[in-house]
T-cell receptor, first 113, second 109 residues
Framework: DTEVTQTPKHLVMGMTNKKSLKCEQH?????MYWYKQKAKKPPELMFV???????INESVPSRFSPECPNSSLLNLHLHALQPEDSALYLC????????????FGSGTRLTVV | KNEVEQSPQNLTAQEGEFITINCSYS?????LHWLQQHPGGGIVSLFM???GKKKHGRLIATINIQEKHSSLHITASHPRDSAVYIC???????????FGTGTRLTIIP
């Protein structure tokens, strides 16, 4: 298995909703990432987990809450989002050293209404 | 932080043409990533290369570590190659990638 699987592919949520994005990989990668990508822009790093511990938080607002329950799963919990949070949310994984095997998921397209 | 520059930003070509996209970075790295993103789609990792050349089908990536420069070539281009191509370089000492701004490629039938 050489894929990063993200669910759901599309999500529409209201500003008062709570939802979660899920990411799964079975490549034995111990680094997992959340990125946010706005239209026609490169991805922006949000969080990095290394060996299931949060190693980088790029000053992301607390309405985004990441969770890494085990070495194969990564979640992003969403609460009280704003319309400007609408974007493509990408998960990626890699080996910890030197980013070997960097693999992206196909993303969740989030619309906040 | 690594500065990554790509050129051109936009490229339109006829089907069958040979395509070259360039990427330069400021800080020495162990490897460089080339990524592909179709409109509205997720990102696909095309190559990670640390030296020399790699080939996959009609795609060829080269890197010159001394000159801090990499190129992505597409031979016999096809409309399905139309996408944004992004190079990305790791930052020293952590797991971050610095992304180039991307090259938007359009292949006209």
């Amino acid at each position: 298995d050489t894929e990063v699987t993200q669910t759901p592919k599309h999500l529409v949520m209201g500003m008062t909703n709570k939802k979660s994005l899920k990411c799964e990989q079975h490549m034995g990668h111990r680094a997992m990432y959340w990125y946010k990508q706005k239209a026609k822009k490169p991805p922006e790093l949000m969080f990095v987990y290394s060996y299931e511990k949060l190693s980088i938080n790029e000053s992301v607002p607390s309405r985004f809450s990441p969770e890494c329950p085990n070495s194969s799963l990564l979640n992003l919990h969403l609460h009280a989002l704003q319309p400007e949070d609408s974007a493509l949310y990408l998960c990626a994984s890699s080996q910890v050293r030197q980013n070997y095997g960097y693999t992206f998921g196909s993303g969740t397209r989030l619309t906040v209404v | 932080k690594n500065e990554v520059e790509q050129s051109p930003q936009n490229l339109t070509a006829q089907e069958g043409e040979f395509i070259t996209i360039n990427c330069s970075y400021s800080v020495g790295i162990s490897a460089l990533h080339w990524l592909q993103q179709h409109p509205g789609g997720g990102i696909v990792s095309l190559f990670m290369l640390s030296s020399g050349k790699k080939k996959h089908g009609r795609l060829i990536a080269t890197i010159n570590i001394q000159e801090k420069h990499s190129s992505l070539h597409i031979t016999a281009s096809h409309p399905r190659d139309s996408a944004v191509y992004i190079c990305a370089a790791p930052n020293f000492g952590n797991e971050k990638l610095t992304f180039g701004t991307g090259t938007r490629l359009t292949i006209i039938p």
